[in-house]
């Protein structure tokens, strides 16, 4: 079965550091783009930061650019967000996606998600 799941939310203070991580099935991962999505209370979900499956070319929202980090491990099969200077407009559920790289562009596997809270 097709999983993703991720780690690391919880709550901090404005200006402090977290580092997300994300883990897939070798069979997802290994054939997969992979990306970071939020979604704060009351709005749409977002795209954050996105890393092509060689690790070769990332990118990156103009809002967290700059500041956040997406790396990946193929051994691992574990995708990573550090996240530093955190600010409370990052308060979010953050969600991995996979993009198979043989796919239609859409990303075809989500974690559950993992809350992230900054407070100010």
């Known amino acids: 079965q097709d999983q993703l799941e991720e780690s690391g939310g919880g709550l901090v203070q404005a200006g402090d550091s977290l580092r997300l991580s994300c883990a897939a099935s070798e069979r997802t991962f290994s054939s997969a783009h992979m990306a970071w999505f939020r979604q704060a209370p009351g709005k749409e979900r977002e795209f954050v930061a996105r890393?092509?499956?060689?690790?070769?070319?990332?990118n990156y929202a103009d809002s967290v650019k700059g500041r956040f980090t997406i790396s990946r491990d193929n051994a691992k099969n574990t995708v990573y967000l550090q996240m530093n200077r955190l600010k409370p407009e990052d308060t979010a559920v953050y969600y991995c996606?996979?993009?198979?790289?043989?796919?239609?562009?859409?990303?075809?596997?989500w974690g559950q998600g993992t809350q992230v809270t900054v407070s100010s």
């Open positions: 996606a996979a993009q198979d790289v043989m796919g239609t562009g859409k990303y075809d596997y």
């Open positions: 890393i092509t499956r060689t690790g070769s070319l990332l």
